[in-house]
């Protein structure tokens, strides 16, 4: 992450789940790096929150070069983490999931972790 260029946090109900809105708040916010909230995400962080990509989504996920999931998956509600989508430039993941079957389950997540 400290070396990417171009950084987005995409949150998932997986994040929402484990009730740790005060350590991912804390996290977004000591990183500067914009963030997605998925649906089941929403209310984690307000959506008028500086940090929020959510507003230009399209634009974010296509120009990111390192995304780190936290508790979301690349699942079709992400396009599996590819195609158009993600736009024509490799992306690197970092994938946060308490399930370690979820990590590299459609694209290569250069650094998984579980927890």
């Known amino acids: 992450m400290k070396t990417a260029k171009r950084p987005l946090i995409v949150l998932g109900k997986g994040a929402a789940y ?3 809105d005060d350590a991912i708040r804390a996290f977004v916010e000591a990183s500067g ?8 995400a929403k209310g984690l962080l307000p959506d ?3 940090q929020s990509a959510g507003a230009a989504r399209s634009l974010a996920l296509k120009q990111s070069d390192v995304v780190m999931l936290i508790g979301a998956r ?3 509600l992400l396009s599996h ?3 158009k989508t993600w736009g024509d430039q490799p992306k690197k993941f970092v994938q946060v999931d308490i399930e370690p079957r979820e990590l590299d389950s459609n694209v290569g997540i250069v ?4 927890g």
């Open 33 to 40: 790096i914009p963030y997605l909230p998925m649906s089941m």
């Open 48 to 50: 008028t929150h500086p």
């Open 74 to 76: 690349l699942n079709w």
């Open 111 to 114: 650094a998984p972790v579980v």
């Open 81 to 83: 983490g590819k195609g």
């Open 18 to 20: 484990a009730q740790a």
